[in-house]
């Protein structure tokens, strides 16, 4: 995916009244007043936010008469989630390394010193 198509997506989803519209089309096609009603927003600043949806591709607009409805595009957040998770599997393995290193130099790890390992009964009384 594009670096700008991918930025997009990540903008389109850094709103909450965008990720709630979302959440609603996820239950099936609405026209742009229903995604409006539960919105404390003008019925133009709806149309604000569906332009940026549909701009990054996460939602498709037709028009019937006088409405207008909206749907979720299939598969448009994949790639976004491809990226996520290559870079989720480079950090693991980072960290995977990280581990292995400060364990083979003996050195305490987070696990070691939680102190929910710590058992009350095992402390002296003060």
Do not use: Y
């Amino acid at each position: 995916m594009a670096v700008r198509a991918l930025d997009d997506v990540f903008h389109a989803l850094a709103d909450p009244s965008r990720r709630l519209m979302l959440e609603r089309l996820g239950r099936g096609p609405a026209s742009v007043s229903e995604l409006a009603r539960p919105l404390p927003m003008t019925l133009a600043a709806v149309g604000q936010h569906l332009r940026v949806l549909t701009g990054s591709g996460l939602v498709v607009t037709s028009k019937h008469g006088r409405v207008r409805t909206c749907r979720l595009a299939p598969d448009a957040l994949a790639p976004a989630e491809s990226w996520m998770r290559e870079r989720r599997g480079t950090w693991e393995t980072r960290l995977d390394r990280l581990g292995d290193v400060l364990i083979a130099a003996g050195t305490p790890t987070v696990t070691d010193n939680h102190p929910s390992d710590t058992n009350a009964s095992d402390k002296e009384p003060g």
